[in-house]
Every structure is written in C-alpha cells, then in structure tokens.
C-alpha cells in the first residue's frame, strides 16, 4: 500500500524558516517524480514545487521560488521541503504527492502537515 | 501560467441526480495533463480522472471525464451521498502546474 507521510509542520514566526519532511513507502520511491502542493484554511490547492525521481527537474511556483527548496534522498525514501523567509500568506496545510510520469497526474496524496506563520 | 476557471462555484443537487461540473482554461491545455481531484473536508484530494477522460484505479463508473482545448467537463451520472465534495481540476503544462478553484458539490 502506497504510503506518504508528512511532518515537520508547526508555528513559526514571519521571516522564520521550517523544515518539511515526507516519508514514502509501498512504491519504489526513486521511480516517481514527487510535488509539494498546499491548501490554505478554507481555501483551494496551490501547487508548490516539483522533482524529478533522480533530482534532475526541478521546479517552483513563483510565489515560493527563491524561498523554497525541494529536494529528496533516495535512499531515505524521503522528500523534503525547506522553507525560509515564511510569510503570513504561506500558512496552509502542505501535502506532498507522488506524480505518475504514465499518467501525468498527482496519483498519491499524503495526510498534510500544517504550517501556521504568526507571530 | 495557465489559469483554470471552475464553474459553478457551488452546486446544490440532490442524490440521484447528475452533476455536470465545468473546467475552463485561459489558454489550450493538453488533455493528457487534465485531471479532476475531488476532497472531502479534513482529507486530501483524491485522484478521480487523468487524462481528461481516464477513471483512476477504483473510481466508481459514475465519474466521467471530457473535453478538449480550453474546456473540460467532469460528470456524475447518478449522485451518491459520498458524492458530495470540493472537486478540483488541475494541469500541467510549461513547467507550471495549476489548480482550478474548485467546484463545491452540496446536497440540496
């Protein structure tokens, strides 16, 4: 059974900086490009970053680009989304998801973590 | 960036009824990046089509998929009381992925 799980998530202050993990198992995690998609209260879905299986492609929504970095360890089955200078605008709930490259979608979705940045 | 307009912004039918949900994009989108999510409150999304008009694994034959270019249409034949979601459509397409707004599917 395909598994993703998300932690790291917690209250940080404006300007501060969190570290998201994502935990995989139940598929060969070094097969399947991997996304970082966020929902904020009462709101809709906001693709964040994307990465290729072997790191290669990368890419970012604009709103994060520059302050966000995906990056992921094969041999942990881990992604990971690091997220400096937080704004009051990026607190949601962020899913991490499993993109199938046959079927060109976000096939597998994690619980969420949620990032709230207050002060 | 492509921009996904989802109409109507809610919806209220009753089960046994046939929902028609639209998906309209700022320019030409690929069909084979188009597909419909739906999610219920405290859950995440879950996949229903890709493809445009492909049911994923497990996804009930209700749900079907369509359109091409700029518009794309999500039908449920018959509603179910589980029906009853957000539903969402999403595209990929110049290193950009984007998310409709959401079409909120109520029981009236």
């Known amino acids: 059974e395909v598994q993703l799980v998300e932690s790291g998530g917690g209250l940080v202050q404006p300007g501060g900086s969190l570290r998201l993990s994502c935990a995989a198992s139940?598929?060969?995690?070094?097969?399947?490009?991997m996304g970082w998609v966020r929902q904020a209260p009462g709101k809709g879905l906001e693709w964040v970053s994307y990465?290729?299986?072997?790191?290669?492609?990368?890419f970012y929504a604009d709103s994060v680009k520059g302050r966000f970095t995906i990056s992921r360890d094969n041999a942990k089955n881990s992604l990971y989304l690091h997220m400096n200078s937080l704004r009051a605008e990026d607190t949601a709930v962020y899913y991490c998801?499993?993109?199938?490259?046959?079927?060109?979608?976000?096939?597998?979705w994690g619980q969420g973590t949620l990032v709230t940045v207050s002060s | 960036e492509i921009v996904l307009t989802q109409s109507p912004g809610t919806l209220s039918l009753s089960p046994g009824e046939r929902a028609t949900l639209s998906c309209r994009a700022s320019?030409?989108?690929?069909?084979?990046?188009l597909a419909w999510y739906q999610q219920k409150p405290g859950q995440p999304p879950r996949l229903l089509i890709y493809?445009?008009?492909s049911r994923a694994t497990g996804i009930p034959d209700r749900f079907s998929g369509s359109g091409s270019g700029t518009d794309f249409t999500l039908t449920i034949s018959r509603l179910e009381p589980e029906d009853f979601a957000v539903y969402f459509c999403?595209?990929?397409?110049?290193?950009?992925?984007?998310f409709g707004p959401g079409t909120k599917l109520d029981i009236k």
């Open positions: 998801a499993s993109w199938d490259i046959g079927t060109h979608c976000f096939d597998n």
């Open positions: 139940g598929f060969t995690f070094s097969s399947y490009n």
């Open positions: 990465i290729s299986g072997g790191s290669i492609t990368i």
């Open positions: 320019q030409s989108v690929s069909s084979t990046y």
């Open positions: 493809g445009a008009s």
């Open positions: 999403q595209q990929y397409g110049s290193s950009q992925f984007t």
